[in-house]
Protein backbone atom coordinates (compact mmCIF):
# COMPACT_ATOMS: atom_id res chain seq x y z
CA UNK A 1 0.00 0.00 0.00
CA UNK A 2 2.73 2.15 0.94
CA UNK A 3 4.51 1.71 -2.08
CA UNK A 4 1.40 2.61 -4.41
CA UNK A 5 0.56 5.79 -2.17
CA UNK A 6 4.62 6.74 -3.34
CA UNK A 7 3.96 6.17 -6.90
CA UNK A 8 0.62 7.53 -7.39
CA UNK A 9 2.49 10.61 -5.26
CA UNK A 10 4.87 10.70 -7.70
CA UNK A 11 2.79 10.43 -10.82
CA UNK A 12 0.70 13.74 -9.20
CA UNK A 13 4.64 15.33 -8.86
CA UNK A 14 5.43 14.63 -12.50
CA UNK A 15 2.00 15.64 -13.26
CA UNK A 16 2.19 19.18 -11.97
CA UNK A 17 5.68 19.07 -13.36
CA UNK A 18 4.54 19.03 -16.86
CA UNK A 19 1.40 21.11 -16.46
CA UNK A 20 3.67 24.17 -14.92
CA UNK A 21 6.31 23.95 -17.94
CA UNK A 22 3.52 24.10 -20.28
CA UNK A 23 0.80 25.91 -21.43
CA UNK A 24 -1.89 23.23 -22.43
CA UNK A 25 -4.95 25.93 -21.90
CA UNK A 26 -5.58 28.92 -24.16
CA UNK A 27 -5.59 31.72 -24.26
CA UNK A 28 -1.81 31.13 -25.19
CA UNK A 29 -0.95 34.31 -25.45
CA UNK A 30 -2.18 35.46 -21.81
CA UNK A 31 -4.53 38.53 -22.81
CA UNK A 32 -1.62 39.76 -25.16
CA UNK A 33 -4.21 39.42 -28.47
CA UNK A 34 -6.58 42.04 -26.55
CA UNK A 35 -5.93 45.21 -28.40
CA UNK A 36 -8.53 47.26 -26.12
CA UNK A 37 -6.94 50.26 -24.74
CA UNK A 38 -8.76 50.00 -21.24
CA UNK A 39 -9.27 46.05 -20.23
CA UNK A 40 -10.91 47.13 -17.05
CA UNK A 41 -11.16 43.92 -14.30
CA UNK A 42 -9.61 41.03 -15.63
CA UNK A 43 -11.87 37.68 -15.10
CA UNK A 44 -10.43 34.68 -16.49
CA UNK A 45 -11.14 31.10 -15.38
CA UNK A 46 -9.39 28.44 -17.55
CA UNK A 47 -11.43 25.90 -19.83
CA UNK A 48 -14.84 28.08 -18.28
CA UNK A 49 -14.77 31.62 -18.82
CA UNK A 50 -12.16 31.73 -21.35
CA UNK A 51 -13.42 32.99 -24.73
CA UNK A 52 -9.77 33.02 -26.41
CA UNK A 53 -11.40 33.68 -29.92
CA UNK A 54 -12.39 37.42 -29.26
CA UNK A 55 -10.68 40.10 -29.59
CA UNK A 56 -10.96 44.09 -27.90
CA UNK A 57 -13.76 46.06 -27.17
CA UNK A 58 -16.78 46.02 -29.51
CA UNK A 59 -18.30 49.14 -28.08
CA UNK A 60 -16.38 51.73 -29.63
CA UNK A 61 -14.27 49.68 -32.34
CA UNK A 62 -13.43 51.53 -35.55
CA UNK A 63 -12.27 48.56 -37.64
CA UNK A 64 -13.72 45.04 -37.17
CA UNK A 65 -11.80 42.30 -38.41
CA UNK A 66 -13.36 38.60 -39.11
CA UNK A 67 -10.36 36.04 -39.30
CA UNK A 68 -9.53 33.13 -39.93
CA UNK A 69 -8.59 30.84 -36.40
CA UNK A 70 -5.29 29.81 -37.73
CA UNK A 71 -3.81 33.25 -37.75
CA UNK A 72 -4.65 33.86 -33.80
CA UNK A 73 -0.95 33.91 -32.57
CA UNK A 74 -0.17 36.54 -35.43
CA UNK A 75 -2.20 39.18 -34.85
CA UNK A 76 -1.12 40.75 -31.39
CA UNK A 77 2.26 41.89 -33.36
CA UNK A 78 0.33 42.44 -36.75
CA UNK A 79 -2.30 44.42 -35.11
CA UNK A 80 -0.08 46.83 -32.77
CA UNK A 81 2.03 47.26 -36.28
CA UNK A 82 -1.01 48.72 -37.63
CA UNK A 83 -1.88 50.53 -35.14
CA UNK A 84 1.28 52.15 -34.58
CA UNK A 85 1.06 53.43 -38.69
CA UNK A 86 -2.60 54.48 -37.69
CA UNK A 87 -2.67 55.36 -33.72
CA UNK A 88 -6.03 57.15 -33.81
CA UNK A 89 -7.10 53.11 -34.22
CA UNK A 90 -5.44 52.41 -30.99
CA UNK A 91 -7.68 50.87 -28.62
CA UNK A 92 -10.56 50.41 -31.50
CA UNK A 93 -10.03 47.37 -33.24
CA UNK A 94 -11.93 44.27 -32.64
CA UNK A 95 -11.48 41.19 -34.43
CA UNK A 96 -13.02 37.58 -33.94
CA UNK A 97 -10.44 34.01 -34.75
CA UNK A 98 -12.97 31.58 -35.20
CA UNK A 99 -13.13 28.97 -37.72
CA UNK A 100 -13.63 30.37 -41.55
CA UNK A 101 -17.27 28.37 -41.62
CA UNK A 102 -18.52 29.71 -38.54
CA UNK A 103 -17.85 33.19 -39.05
CA UNK A 104 -19.47 32.83 -42.27
CA UNK A 105 -22.39 31.65 -40.24
CA UNK A 106 -22.39 34.31 -37.92
CA UNK A 107 -22.51 36.94 -40.94
CA UNK A 108 -25.55 34.99 -42.25
CA UNK A 109 -26.97 35.02 -38.88
CA UNK A 110 -27.64 38.77 -38.82
CA UNK A 111 -23.56 39.17 -38.13
CA UNK A 112 -24.79 38.15 -34.33
CA UNK A 113 -23.04 35.48 -32.35
CA UNK A 114 -23.93 33.41 -29.16
CA UNK A 115 -21.64 32.50 -26.78
CA UNK A 116 -22.90 31.27 -23.76
CA UNK A 117 -25.29 33.41 -22.23
CA UNK A 118 -23.78 36.80 -24.28
CA UNK A 119 -24.94 37.70 -27.81
CA UNK A 120 -22.93 39.72 -29.57
CA UNK A 121 -23.88 41.57 -32.69
CA UNK A 122 -21.35 43.52 -34.87
CA UNK A 123 -21.17 43.73 -38.58
CA UNK A 124 -17.20 43.00 -40.02
CA UNK A 125 -15.27 45.93 -41.93
CA UNK A 126 -13.09 42.39 -43.23
CA UNK A 127 -13.33 39.51 -43.46
CA UNK A 128 -10.47 37.15 -44.11
CA UNK A 129 -10.36 33.49 -45.03
CA UNK A 130 -8.93 30.85 -47.69
CA UNK A 131 -8.20 32.74 -51.38
CA UNK A 132 -11.03 30.23 -53.17
CA UNK A 133 -13.44 31.51 -50.77
CA UNK A 134 -13.40 34.96 -51.11
CA UNK A 135 -13.03 34.80 -54.82
CA UNK A 136 -16.31 33.41 -54.27
CA UNK A 137 -17.74 35.71 -52.04
CA UNK A 138 -16.80 38.13 -54.27
CA UNK A 139 -18.52 37.03 -57.10
CA UNK A 140 -21.55 36.74 -55.08
CA UNK A 141 -21.16 40.33 -54.02
CA UNK A 142 -20.45 39.82 -50.72
CA UNK A 143 -16.81 41.02 -50.55
CA UNK A 144 -14.78 43.92 -52.71
CA UNK A 145 -10.93 44.40 -53.08
CA UNK A 146 -9.82 41.58 -52.45
CA UNK A 147 -6.06 40.69 -51.87
CA UNK A 148 -4.50 37.58 -50.99
CA UNK A 149 -1.56 37.96 -49.10
CA UNK A 150 0.42 34.83 -47.24
CA UNK A 151 0.73 31.02 -47.73
CA UNK A 152 0.96 28.08 -45.37
CA UNK A 153 1.58 24.38 -45.52
CA UNK A 154 0.56 21.20 -43.75
CA UNK A 155 2.35 19.48 -40.61
CA UNK A 156 1.43 16.50 -38.67
CA UNK A 157 1.25 17.85 -34.89
CA UNK A 158 2.56 15.49 -32.27
CA UNK A 159 3.91 14.92 -28.82
CA UNK A 160 7.13 16.23 -28.01
CA UNK A 161 9.57 12.85 -28.63
CA UNK A 162 7.18 11.50 -31.24
CA UNK A 163 6.07 8.83 -29.07
CA UNK A 164 3.63 6.93 -31.52
CA UNK A 165 6.69 6.77 -33.90
CA UNK A 166 3.91 8.96 -36.48
CA UNK A 167 6.57 9.59 -39.65
CA UNK A 168 3.88 9.67 -42.39
CA UNK A 169 0.37 10.66 -43.31
CA UNK A 170 0.17 6.78 -43.98
CA UNK A 171 0.87 6.14 -40.29
CA UNK A 172 -2.26 8.26 -39.59
CA UNK A 173 -4.77 5.56 -40.47
CA UNK A 174 -2.92 2.97 -37.73
CA UNK A 175 -5.07 1.56 -35.49
CA UNK A 176 -3.62 2.27 -32.51
CA UNK A 177 -3.02 6.02 -33.67
CA UNK A 178 -6.10 8.23 -32.59
CA UNK A 179 -6.31 11.62 -34.14
CA UNK A 180 -7.56 15.20 -33.61
CA UNK A 181 -8.74 16.29 -36.97
CA UNK A 182 -10.59 19.70 -38.29
CA UNK A 183 -14.23 19.28 -38.97
CA UNK A 184 -15.22 19.93 -42.36
CA UNK A 185 -18.21 21.30 -41.42
CA UNK A 186 -16.58 24.39 -40.60
CA UNK A 187 -12.65 24.87 -41.21
CA UNK A 188 -11.46 25.02 -44.40
CA UNK A 189 -8.22 23.37 -43.73
CA UNK A 190 -10.12 20.09 -43.36
CA UNK A 191 -10.12 19.98 -48.07
CA UNK A 192 -6.50 20.79 -47.99
CA UNK A 193 -6.06 17.63 -46.23
CA UNK A 194 -8.27 15.45 -47.25
CA UNK A 195 -6.15 16.37 -50.81
CA UNK A 196 -2.79 15.25 -48.84
CA UNK A 197 -4.10 12.52 -47.54
CA UNK A 198 -5.31 11.12 -51.12
CA UNK A 199 -2.06 11.91 -52.76
CA UNK A 200 -0.46 10.06 -49.85
CA UNK A 201 -2.87 7.08 -49.82
CA UNK A 202 -5.44 7.35 -52.21
CA UNK A 203 -9.02 7.21 -51.43
CA UNK A 204 -8.68 4.68 -48.86
CA UNK A 205 -6.65 6.67 -46.35
CA UNK A 206 -8.87 9.67 -46.74
CA UNK A 207 -11.87 7.92 -45.72
CA UNK A 208 -10.13 5.45 -42.68
CA UNK A 209 -9.21 9.21 -41.22
CA UNK A 210 -11.71 11.05 -42.04
CA UNK A 211 -14.92 7.99 -41.88
CA UNK A 212 -14.02 4.68 -40.40
CA UNK A 213 -12.29 5.94 -37.88
CA UNK A 214 -14.70 8.41 -36.93
CA UNK A 215 -17.25 6.37 -36.41
CA UNK A 216 -14.66 4.16 -34.22
CA UNK A 217 -13.97 7.07 -32.34
CA UNK A 218 -10.42 7.01 -32.73
CA UNK A 219 -10.50 10.34 -35.18
CA UNK A 220 -12.03 12.89 -32.71
CA UNK A 221 -13.37 15.90 -34.58
CA UNK A 222 -12.68 19.40 -33.62
CA UNK A 223 -15.63 21.36 -32.14
CA UNK A 224 -13.71 25.08 -32.24
CA UNK A 225 -10.89 25.00 -34.69
CA UNK A 226 -7.79 23.00 -34.51
CA UNK A 227 -6.52 25.14 -31.45
CA UNK A 228 -8.12 22.08 -30.00
CA UNK A 229 -5.53 19.84 -31.28
CA UNK A 230 -2.32 20.42 -29.15
CA UNK A 231 -4.68 20.42 -26.16
CA UNK A 232 -6.06 17.08 -26.94
CA UNK A 233 -2.58 15.74 -27.58
CA UNK A 234 -1.09 17.46 -24.26
CA UNK A 235 -4.11 15.75 -22.42
CA UNK A 236 -3.61 12.48 -23.61
CA UNK A 237 -6.43 12.16 -25.60
CA UNK A 238 -4.95 12.44 -28.94
CA UNK A 239 -1.58 10.88 -30.53
CA UNK A 240 -1.73 13.49 -33.36
CA UNK A 241 -3.07 15.64 -35.64
CA UNK A 242 -2.40 17.97 -39.19
CA UNK A 243 -2.42 20.84 -38.50
CA UNK A 244 -1.17 23.94 -40.43
CA UNK A 245 2.64 24.20 -40.38
CA UNK A 246 2.54 27.65 -38.29
CA UNK A 247 0.49 26.15 -35.59
CA UNK A 248 3.51 23.74 -34.73
CA UNK A 249 6.25 26.29 -34.79
CA UNK A 250 3.94 28.61 -32.51
CA UNK A 251 3.23 25.55 -29.76
CA UNK A 252 7.19 25.20 -29.81
CA UNK A 253 7.67 28.79 -29.13
CA UNK A 254 5.55 28.57 -26.16
CA UNK A 255 7.42 25.66 -24.68
CA UNK A 256 4.62 23.24 -24.93
CA UNK A 257 5.65 19.52 -25.49
CA UNK A 258 4.90 19.80 -29.10
CA UNK A 259 6.52 18.53 -32.16
CA UNK A 260 6.18 18.41 -36.00
CA UNK A 261 6.61 15.73 -38.53
CA UNK A 262 7.12 17.42 -41.97
CA UNK A 263 4.69 16.25 -45.11
CA UNK A 264 6.91 15.94 -48.03
CA UNK A 265 6.11 19.11 -50.96
CA UNK A 266 5.14 15.94 -52.68
CA UNK A 267 2.30 15.51 -50.68
CA UNK A 268 1.34 18.34 -49.35
CA UNK A 269 -1.12 20.87 -49.92
CA UNK A 270 -0.34 24.97 -49.63
CA UNK A 271 -3.06 27.04 -48.85
CA UNK A 272 -3.38 31.04 -49.37
CA UNK A 273 -4.75 33.33 -47.82
CA UNK A 274 -7.24 36.21 -48.62
CA UNK A 275 -9.26 38.96 -47.10
CA UNK A 276 -11.98 41.30 -48.63
CA UNK A 277 -14.10 44.63 -47.67
CA UNK A 278 -16.98 43.74 -46.88
CA UNK A 279 -20.07 44.93 -48.90
CA UNK A 280 -22.09 46.33 -45.97
CA UNK A 281 -18.69 47.38 -44.11
CA UNK A 282 -19.07 50.40 -41.65
CA UNK A 283 -15.53 51.61 -41.77
CA UNK A 284 -14.73 51.28 -45.77
CA UNK A 285 -11.37 53.64 -45.66
CA UNK A 286 -10.10 51.73 -42.63
CA UNK A 287 -10.80 48.31 -43.75
CA UNK A 288 -9.22 48.93 -47.04
CA UNK A 289 -6.23 50.49 -45.11
CA UNK A 290 -6.05 46.84 -43.49
CA UNK A 291 -5.83 45.06 -46.50
CA UNK A 292 -3.10 46.98 -48.13
CA UNK A 293 -1.07 47.05 -44.71
CA UNK A 294 -1.03 43.15 -45.19
CA UNK A 295 1.23 43.10 -48.72
CA UNK A 296 3.34 45.51 -46.81
CA UNK A 297 7.30 44.42 -45.96
CA UNK A 298 6.32 45.02 -41.88
CA UNK A 299 3.42 42.73 -41.94
CA UNK A 300 5.25 39.84 -44.16
CA UNK A 301 7.91 39.74 -41.99
CA UNK A 302 5.76 39.04 -39.33
CA UNK A 303 4.24 36.70 -41.18
CA UNK A 304 7.16 34.99 -42.06
CA UNK A 305 7.99 35.32 -38.29
CA UNK A 306 5.17 33.10 -37.49
CA UNK A 307 5.92 30.44 -40.06
CA UNK A 308 3.50 31.73 -42.90
CA UNK A 309 5.51 32.46 -46.28
CA UNK A 310 4.35 35.03 -48.79
CA UNK A 311 2.51 34.41 -51.94
CA UNK A 312 4.19 33.99 -55.30
CA UNK A 313 3.23 36.54 -57.96
Not at 128 to 145: F, K, P, R, T
Not at 232 to 252: H, L, P, Y
Not at 257 to 272: C, K, R, S, W
Request: proline fraction near 6%.
Amino acid sequence: MTILRHAILALLITGCAVASSAQSMPPWNKAANDPAAQTGYTFHVADVDNIPDLHGNPADAQLVLFIGGNQFFVLPQLIAAFEDENPVLKGHIFYETLPPGILRKQITAGDTLTLGNLTLQIRPDVYEAGAGVLHQMEQNGQVQDVVRYATNDLAIMVRAGNPKHIHSLEDLGRPDVTLSMPNPQWEGVANQIATSLRKAGGQPLEQEVYQDKVKTGKTILTEIHHRQTPIRIMNGTADAGVTWASEVRFQKQLGNPITGVTIPDALNTTATYAGGVMRDAPHRDTAAKWLAFLQTQKAQAIYREFGFQPVSK
